[in-house]
């Protein structure tokens, strides 16, 4: 696998012949010791212009180490096995090429038969990738389309019908429907696989086997992933045909700019510590083990004046994405979500993360923390660890290469208060920033919710009434 990078990349699954796990370490080791790529401009790299123009638009001008990297061999056609960092720019390296191939492919647009297919783990992350791939979509009048569960399926089988050139999906909706035979691969000339890692551990890989052995032997293969190790090594010896590899960095590089804190506690003390810290002036995403845990802490930091919502599996689409959109735009202050989120959640300029229960082990912890400290930015991560929990959590920060500092609080505590008040100089910035923007007009709710900060609580908590589900299931 860890062929030279002029190698051309020989078609079809026949070629496709396992490597020795070696072979795949010593590339990546081979591919991260190279020299940074000299900062490129995207026109440099083979973009097209109107890609570009919107690039721009965006404040996005210069390409991040890994669309440097890749971008080359992607729009050579070559297979390529990618491993970087989360918030590297991972969803542009893999849709620039995409999109680029796609758009200057002649084929007309078949129903049932999309030219392009990404592969994610979960429902947020393909919105995500899609809204991020729209835009650029536009620029040669292609079409985007997500598949994934929690969400109407007749919706996604007429957009199908409709034709599509990429659909995002999750594999179990997919594998529902191909069997239904509404969504055909045949047609597939990329395919993208989207955080493999997180794929191997919630067991999604023999979906995602079945689904690309539906495809084309002769498509073209893109696999990205922040760890390429077990599973994924043997995925990507079965479907990637001599694929450049490229790493710009391990999973664990990102720790660095991090700071890592361990607050040990009484049980009785940790919903309070918790609430003093979601009282703070930014947003605070929180960390659970289970859906219920999620729902109950919640509820706990609403019943103490915080405004929160919760996001995991039980939820429908529409409950989810409040959550999301409100923690987004400030409304809701803390997200409380379970693991199988984590790899999911994308939010800008989140400066603190908690775990309020501890991860199962260090790749989760990396995972998890990750959703602070991206592309460059600093952030903090903060434990809190019962006595009972302190000898397992030490075993999880030496496996994710963490020497946290280690206090033991209670309420009040001066190095509570200190994360408490973190983010007071963001938040105010963002308050000058909207006072800068022109005058909009008077709404009687934000006087309502002044005066009656419980009713809005009850209106942001992430278990919301039968009622409130079906409404905005109509929406």
């Not at 990429?166 to 000339?189: F, I, K, W």
């Not at 660095?256 to 947003?283: C, N, W, Y």
């Amino acid at each position: 696998m860890s062929c030279p990078n002029n190698a051309a990349p020989p078609k079809g699954r026949g070629s496709r012949r396992p490597q020795a796990g070696s072979a795949l370490d010593a590339a990546l080791a081979d591919s991260q010791a190279r020299p940074t790529p000299i900062p490129q401009s995207f026109a440099e790299l083979g973009v097209p212009a109107p890609m570009i123009a919107v690039l721009a638009e965006r404040g996005i001008n210069t390409p991040s180490e890994i669309q440097a990297r890749t971008l080359p061999d992607t729009l050579a056609g070559r297979d390529v096995l990618g491993r970087a960092q989360t918030g590297s720019g991972k969803t542009l390296a893999f849709g620039l090429g995409l999109l680029t191939r796609l758009g200057t492919t002649e084929r007309p647009r078949n129903a049932r038969s999309p030219r392009g297919l990404v592969l994610v783990p979960t429902r947020e992350l393909a919105q995500q990738v899609a809204a991020e791939l729209e835009p650029l979509a536009r620029v040669d009048r292609l079409r985007v389309a997500t598949v994934f569960g929690g969400a109407p399926m007749g919706r996604q089988i007429e957009n199908l019908r409709r034709g599509v050139d990429v659909v995002v999906a999750t594999p179990g909706r997919l594998l529902d429907l191909m069997d239904r035979q509404v969504a055909l691969l045949d047609g597939v000339s990329v395919a993208v696989i989207d955080e493999a890692d997180h794929m191997a551990d919630l067991g999604f890989l023999p979906d995602v086997r079945r689904i690309l052995d539906a495809t084309p032997a002769d498509r073209q293969c893109l696999m990205f992933s922040a760890t390429l190790d077990g599973e994924v090594d043997r995925l990507a010896q079965r479907y990637l045909s001599r694929p450049a590899v490229h790493a710009v960095a391990s999973a664990s590089a990102s720790v660095t700019s991090m700071q890592h804190r361990v607050f040990l506690l009484d049980h009785g003390d940790k919903v309070d510590v918790a609430a003093e810290i979601a009282a703070r002036p930014e947003r605070t995403l929180f960390f659970v083990r289970t859906k219920h845990g999620a729902d109950r802490l919640a509820r706990q930091l609403v019943s103490r004046g915080v405004d929160a919502a919760a996001i995991h599996g039980n939820l429908n689409q529409n409950q989810r994405t409040r959550a999301l959109d409100g923690f987004a735009s400030g409304r809701v202050r803390a997200l409380v979500a379970t693991d199988v989120a984590a790899r999911g959640l994308h939010i800008d300029d989140l400066d603190l993360v908690v775990h309020f229960d501890p991860p199962s082990d260090h790749k989760h912890y990396l995972h998890r923390s990750g959703r602070t400290a991206r592309a460059g930015a600093s952030g903090t991560v903060v434990s809190l660890v019962e006595a009972h929990q302190a000898r397992s959590v030490a075993r999880i920060h030496a496996a994710a290469a963490v020497q946290p500092d280690q206090l033991t609080v209670r309420v009040g505590h001066p190095a509570l208060r200190i994360v408490a008040a973190s983010g007071a100089n963001r938040a105010a910035a963002v308050r000058d920033a909207a006072q800068l923007r022109p005058a909009q007009p008077a709404h009687p709710t934000s006087t309502r919710r002044t005066r009656r900060p419980g009713k809005r609580s009850r209106r942001t908590s992430a278990v919301p009434r039968q009622s409130r589900a079906k409404s905005a299931r109509s929406h």
